[in-house]
């Protein structure tokens, strides 16, 4: 029994080798090209989201859900609407996050990790990945349907401690987002953010007033 066991464990870390596959520096060249290609077509996305927030020691994750909307450039807008409402809004470098009627507007940089996680959306959004590497290592994987993009800081004293971007090939839609912290002290294990996009559309009619910041 012991041996079916072991065999049964193998075939499943020898499939799960096999279903990844690392690019090479001339194929993950040539991925950037088509991202950006098929982001040059794009001047609006809609989609609903879901967001997995996992802490270290709790219990439970903790989930989120609502409608995820883009517009060249560089606006963002997520409307979070279980388990209760909250909306932020990313315009240039200015973000605003408003709930129970009450509004407050910030520069991205003065939070880190809100910075972070706005440059690798832009980044995605536009197809322009060639930004990112002036401060993150660039590693290119992919499967049947999709490619993965880790993204790692360049420095130690950066507030991430990686990025994982997953596109789908049809189209080079970005479909899941995961970044994860730097272990704290005291903790066996990183916390971490994961946005999964569902049901995109692409250059639907948005409003500027939708990305307003006053």
Not at 53 to 76: A, E, Q
Not at 138 to 165: C, G, H
Request: proline fraction near 2%.
């Amino acid at each position: 029994m012991k041996k079916i066991l072991f065999a049964i464990i193998a075939l499943l870390l020898c499939n799960a080798g096999w279903a990844q596959k690392a690019l090479t520096a001339k194929e993950a060249a040539s991925v950037e090209t088509e991202i950006k290609a098929a982001a040059a077509k794009v001047n609006t996305i809609e989609s609903n989201f879901s967001q997995v927030k996992h802490v270290g020691g709790m219990t439970r994750d903790l989930s989120s859900t609502g409608i995820f909307r883009y517009k060249k450039s560089n606006r963002v807008r997520f409307d979070y609407t279980l388990p209760f409402k909250y909306q932020l809004v990313v315009n240039g470098n200015k973000v605003k996050m408003s709930s129970n009627g009450k509004s407050k507007v910030y520069n991205a940089s003065a939070n880190p990790a809100m910075s972070e996680a706005a440059s690798m959306l832009s980044a995605c959004m536009t197809g322009d990945l060639q930004t990112l590497k002036t401060k993150y290592n660039l590693a290119y994987y992919q499967s049947n349907n999709e490619y993965e993009i880790r993204v790692t800081p360049k420095t130690a004293n950066a507030m991430m401690q990686s990025i994982t971007l997953h596109m789908r090939k049809t189209d080079k839609m970005l479909t899941r987002m995961r970044i994860m912290e730097k272990t704290k002290p005291g903790k066996k294990e990183s916390d971490y953010t994961e946005y999964k996009f569902t049901n995109e559309k692409q250059n639907s009619a948005l409003a500027d007033a939708l990305f307003a910041i006053n």
